[in-house]
């Protein structure tokens, strides 16, 4: 019980990883943002499964007496959304930005144009 | 389009979380508009991917685990999940659901928290999104388009 | 996309209720799930598809850029003019509970109201602004 009631979290790591490994990995920069957004769910899931009461409601109060989850968590992922797809966005202009200036989205060819531009 | 399914796969886990208004919002942004803007994205650039010679996928996958394993490590010391005595559940929430129906007069706890007792946040985290929009304008808001320096290689 | 009848006529058909469907997620936000930001993008995400179907002229002359421009920092501003209106009643800032003095529940209830119109007004706003950005790019 005690081992399996970490499970939640296992689960949020291996998606993290995921998306670490395609951040680190690859050179191409939309796929760069990509696995940035799979990070960023991951510490959304962390949050709201920290949120989870077993046998809880949504937090929407009515005249029961009910366990309510915790809503201080949701309201912090909330925002994070919409600001993370504002931000993604911003990203996304910016490598459009770069392909008009270097007609490429490839990170190493993007510095080996550099380097022959400093010769 | 993958990308879309996994935000609408996670939106469903929020809804089983107990968590319907992130679930929403996930469901509203990840699905709908977060897939339009990466398409775009894919057109305005290129959909073709160089194959990846440059790095060997080793040295990566070998930072990752060694992350990851550091993570696990991490969470023996944290409390199981949704445990009712988890310390998380005890710091200032049980005030905010038993006192906000009568000091604010709404049901929904999530709503009444994020404008009210935390409007200082929401209001930090509208400038966000403004600021993210005005970013967006300068970058890629004219019409124009520039032809790159150089000649897209072949 | 002039050619394709059915994507034409489920956006007209759907475009209402998208919008509608918007509308009663802001306002209904206090008691079931929803709120300024999940309607923004709802109301957005409306739009959209309406670029995404007829084209980005037809969305132009249904919503001009100025009036994005201008719905962007009304959004802000409206939440922080609320904010400063309970400054100026004798409150703290964003303390909505001085909006009504008979009765602060009430108040707050009002506030929250304003602030998500605030909130929803600025990221609907932003949404299209993004995607007539990308959109206005490629031409």
């Known amino acids: 019980m005690q081992i399996l009631g970490h499970y939640n979290y296992w689960i949020f790591i291996i998606l993290m990883m995921c998306g670490f490994y395609v951040v680190i990995s690859s050179g191409n920069l939309v796929k760069k943002l990509v696995g940035l957004n799979i990070f960023q769910t991951s510490v959304f899931i962390l949050y709201i499964s920290m949120g989870k009461i077993i046998g809880g409601t949504a937090p929407i109060v009515i005249n029961q007496p009910v366990v309510y989850s915790n809503p201080m968590p949701h309201v912090l992922i909330l925002t994070a959304i919409v600001v993370g797809i504002a931000t993604t966005s911003l990203g996304l202009a910016l490598v459009v930005r770069i392909h008009e200036a270097y007609g490429t989205i490839e990170e190493d060819e993007i510095h080996a144009q550099n380097e022959e531009e400093a010769l | 389009m993958l990308f879309g399914i996994y935000s609408l796969v996670s939106a469903s886990l929020f809804v089983i979380l107990d968590a319907v208004d992130v679930a929403f919002t996930e469901a509203s942004v990840g699905a709908g508009v977060s897939t339009v803007f990466m398409l775009g994205t894919l057109a305005l650039t290129t959909s073709r991917e160089k194959t990846p010679a440059a790095h060997k996928p080793l040295l990566p996958l070998l930072v990752v685990t060694i992350t990851g394993l550091a993570l696990v490590y991490g969470t023996w010391d944290i409390p199981p999940y949704g445990d009712p005595a988890n310390p998380i559940h005890h710091h200032l929430v049980q005030r905010f659901i038993e006192d906000s129906p009568q000091e604010i007069g709404i049901p929904n706890v999530v709503t009444s928290v994020l404008a009210s007792y935390r409007g200082y946040d929401t209001l930090g985290e509208t400038t966000v999104v403004f600021t993210a929009a005005i970013g967006v304008l300068v970058l890629v808001g004219g019409a124009r388009r520039r032809r790159s320096r150089k000649d897209e290689p072949k | 996309m002039k050619r394709y009848t059915i994507p034409r006529l489920g956006t007209k058909l759907l475009l209402p209720l998208i919008l509608l469907f918007a509308l009663y997620v802001q306002f209904h936000g206090d008691y079931g799930p929803g709120g300024g930001f999940q309607a923004g993008v709802i109301f957005g995400a409306g739009f959209?598809?309406?670029?995404?179907?007829?084209?980005?002229?037809?969305?132009?002359?249904?919503?001009?850029?100025?009036?994005?421009?201008?719905?962007?920092?009304?959004?802000?501003?409206?939440?922080?003019?609320?904010?400063?209106?309970?400054?100026?009643?004798?409150?703290?800032?964003?303390d909505y509970g001085v909006l009504d003095h008979h009765d602060p529940a009430h108040g707050q209830h009002l506030g929250i109201l304003l602030v998500e119109l605030g909130v929803g007004i600025t990221v609907s706003a932003v949404m299209v602004t993004i995607f007539y950005a990308f959109a206005g790019r490629g031409r």
């Open chain 3, 48 to 94: 959209i598809l309406y670029a995404l179907i007829y084209g980005l002229d037809h969305a132009h002359r249904l919503m001009p850029l100025w009036l994005l421009r201008i719905g962007i920092s009304l959004g802000v501003l409206i939440y922080a003019s609320v904010g400063l209106v309970g400054l100026l009643l004798g409150g703290n800032y964003l």
